[in-house]
């Protein structure tokens, strides 16, 4: 029997159920059982494990991503910056720290024996403004309160109607302002001169903030503030005024703004303008001072609110001169080293008065940057040329009528 038993053991001993122990007769066998048939198991199959490469490459391209959008949120907030603050960017009313705080006396030892004061005006939207003024007489006497009237009939008057550049105020620019108004008095052309120097909304003592509109609507108080003290010195038969604008930087901007004026009075009309250190226009200037295509403020001029567009200004100006006396003369005083207006923008500026017909001559100041022209012996002789000139011209005019 055990030797039975063992023999289906070894028959089935590929199933773990063939056999059984039975104890039926009272002591131990193995009886055979028929194994049942079971199914064979799935073979499996073993997936890679790709989930930690999908992370590894997620935190790979993490820090350049985030590199990324930074440099691009930063673009973006610069942008927004630059279009809304684009009035104090481009105006700087308040650099330096001190400029509301200059004085006059400050200066006066500077200026000489030309003697400043200031006076009020109010802008047509009631904004009250500061102007500095002065008058001399080109036969070399000391200028007074009555220096306009004392030689009517035999004198041009002429009004010189100064815009100054961004930033600072009045009184650091009155010392240059004096030493042109020196020299034009040795003219050989009896003229008496009065200055009036703009100070734009925001700057010095005036109120406000400045921007592009605001400061026309300045200029054009100031231009009225010339024919009210012409008429206060000449009376009712006062003879037609020579008036020359004189505008450095943006200034010339605002010059040539108020050149084109519409609504300008005929005998308000300017007979020079003065461009010191022009350009073309706000647009043209981005353009310059951001080159590279890849930086993204050239791109903003369709969202500027400040243009000061002189190419666009001369059209005007020559399509409503009006007469044939030449009028008005225009100046054009560059730096020969300007490291903000390209060169490019004063030939352009010479070459569109040329096309549209208006006088024009450029000079350059051989060395000068471009807030220094005026520091320079030859910048301020170009400036009293250019003024000389324009009352020669009147002057020449005033005899043959």
Not at 28 to 40: E, G, I, K, Q, Y
Not at 103 to 109: M, N, P, T
Not at 130 to 144: H, I, L, R, W, Y
């Amino acid at each position: 029997m055990a030797m039975m038993a063992l023999k289906a053991v070894r028959a089935s001993a590929c199933h773990p159920n063939a056999f059984r122990v039975s104890s039926r007769t009272g002591f131990s066998s193995l009886r055979f059982v028929t194994p049942r048939a079971v199914s064979s198991p799935a073979r499996c199959t073993i997936l890679p494990r790709t989930a930690k490469r999908h992370l590894q490459t997620q935190v790979f391209w993490l820090p350049p991503l985030m590199f990324v959008g930074l440099l691009g949120s930063l673009w973006v907030w610069k942008c927004m910056m630059m279009v809304v603050f684009q009035n104090k960017i481009i105006y700087m009313p308040g650099l330096p720290p001190n400029a509301r705080r200059e004085r006059i006396e400050d200066y006066a030892r500077q200026c000489g024996d030309i003697s400043w004061q200031a006076r009020r005006i109010r802008a047509a939207d009631g904004t009250d403004l500061a102007v500095c003024m002065t008058d001399v007489a080109c036969d070399g006497s000391k200028a007074g309160a009555s220096s306009l009237a004392a030689g009517r009939g035999l004198a041009t008057p002429v009004y010189i109607l100064y815009f100054q550049g961004n930033a600072s105020s009045l009184p650091p620019r009155l010392q240059d302002l004096s030493w042109v108004l020196r020299a034009l008095q040795g003219s050989s052309q009896p003229a008496h001169y009065t200055m009036v120097c703009l100070s734009y909304r925001g700057y010095w003592t005036s109120r406000g903030r400045p921007s592009e509109k605001g400061i026309n609507l300045d200029a054009q108080a100031a231009l009225r503030f010339v024919g009210q003290i012409h008429a206060e010195a000449y009376g009712e038969d006062a003879p037609k005024p020579l008036i020359i604008f004189w505008g450095q930087s943006i200034g010339s901007g605002i010059a040539t703004n108020l050149a084109a004026w519409e609504k300008c009075p005929s005998s308000l009309k300017p007979g020079a303008l003065v461009l010191e250190t022009p350009f073309t226009s706000i647009r043209a200037m981005l353009l310059a001072l951001y080159p590279p295509k890849w930086v993204p403020y050239r791109y903003l001029w369709p969202f500027l609110r400040n243009h000061l567009d002189s190419m666009k200004n001369l059209e005007m100006i020559a399509a409503r001169r009006g007469d044939t006396t030449g009028e008005p003369y225009i100046a054009l005083v560059e730096g020969g080293r300007d490291e903000l207006v390209p060169a490019e923008h004063g030939a352009q500026l010479q070459q569109r008065c040329v096309e549209l017909g208006l006088l024009v001559e450029k000079k350059t100041v051989q060395g000068a940057f471009h807030n220094d022209v005026m520091f320079r012996a030859e910048g301020r002789k170009a400036v009293a040329e250019a003024i000389e000139r324009a009352v020669v011209a009147r002057a020449q005019v005033r005899k043959k009528a």
